[in-house]
């Protein structure tokens, strides 16, 4: 513990707005993982337990509570669909696309905050950076090059705060890829499934 405190005051001031970063990165992270691990829900066994439940022509009600009981951005955009299934196929499209549209705000909640951390970390590593070298050649003006130590530990800063703000980058990256393809690829299923569940509902298919 007491080397990470001197890893960090050895950075510089702006060691702290980068520890901030990583903090919150890192619970951003965790809440992202969560959401959209709840939301993941498999698609074929939701369509399978839905073609069980309800038949074209019958009551879609039950069918419809066993999807939103079963969570997730799927099951509620095919409840939605299944309450309005005697309806005509483009109204249950539409009452299907309303339903999805509210819930992509939340698959993409926190991930405009993480990419803001990815852009804004290197920055202030790089201002870290500039405030080491400013400490330095104030050093070497002031005593010459007769105590190199000053000159060194500015010097130290610098690389430190870089490094660090390099390296919070490098994993907000990765982070924010991840997440962002997770949310996608739900995107691409509600999209995917929606369209079969429709095409079930209307007979288009068997």
Do not use: W
């Amino acid at each position: 513990m007491k080397q990470v405190l001197t890893f960090i005051q050895n950075g510089g001031p702006m060691m702290y707005p980068l520890i901030f970063c990583s903090v919150l990165l890192l619970a951003l992270a965790i809440e992202r993982l969560i959401v959209l691990r709840k939301a993941n829900v498999d698609g074929d066994e939701l369509l399978d337990e839905t073609r069980t439940l309800y038949k074209p022509g019958g009551d879609p009600f039950p069918a419809a509570d066993a999807c939103a009981r079963l969570g997730g951005p799927i099951g509620r955009v095919f409840a939605r669909g299944l309450r309005n299934a005697h309806r005509a196929p483009d109204a249950i499209e539409m009452a299907m696309e309303f339903e999805a549209a509210n819930e992509l705000p939340a698959l993409e909640a926190n991930l405009p905050v993480m990419k803001t951390i990815v852009n804004i970390s290197p920055l202030l590593g790089l201002l870290g950076t500039i405030a080491g070298m400013i400490t330095s050649f104030r050093s070497a003006a002031q005593v010459g090059l007769s105590n190199p130590t000053q000159i060194l530990s500015g010097i130290s800063e610098a690389l430190i705060s870089t490094a660090t703000g390099i390296s919070v980058a490098v994993l907000g990256f990765v982070l924010y890829n991840y997440f962002a393809n997770q949310s996608k690829k739900i995107v691409e299923d509600i999209e995917y499934y929606g369209a079969e569940l429709v095409n079930y509902i209307s007979g288009r298919v068997d």
